[in-house]
């Protein structure tokens, strides 16, 4: 399962942290961390990937780390990120995986009820 996730990143980009458990399943995680200039995950279009690196730009990012937590069969249960800026500290987000391929009706607030990751680091503390 890592060596799945891993391959799809640059190589030497991830590396092993053990296993753990999570939801009462034993999990192995995986972490990684790159920089505006260094991201490059293969498979992604070069329009997605001028995204990602003008997200990093823009929130100030001097890195990002991930640490993914899979079951050994390789299904991803948590996905750790770090956006560690010059201004803010590091911003981390955690996401458990309860259910894949299950269909998902969203709608996005209207941009009134949106703030950029800036404004939430200043008005979060």
Known sequence: ?????????????FHGTGATTIA????LGVTGSFTPTT?????LGNDVLA?????????????ETVTVYLTFAGVPV???TGLTTAAYGTLTTTVDINAINVP???????????IDLARARLVGG
């Open 51 to 63: 995204q990602l690196k003008a997200k990093l730009v823009a929130a100030g990012a001097t890195r």
């Open 78 to 80: 948590r996905i750790v």
């Open 1 to 13: 399962g890592a060596r799945i996730f891993t391959a799809w990143w640059s190589p030497g980009m």
């Open 104 to 114: 998902v009706v969203t709608t996005p607030p209207p941009a009134s009820q949106t």
């Open 24 to 27: 009462r399943q034993r999990v």
């Open 39 to 43: 991201v490059d995950p293969p498979g």
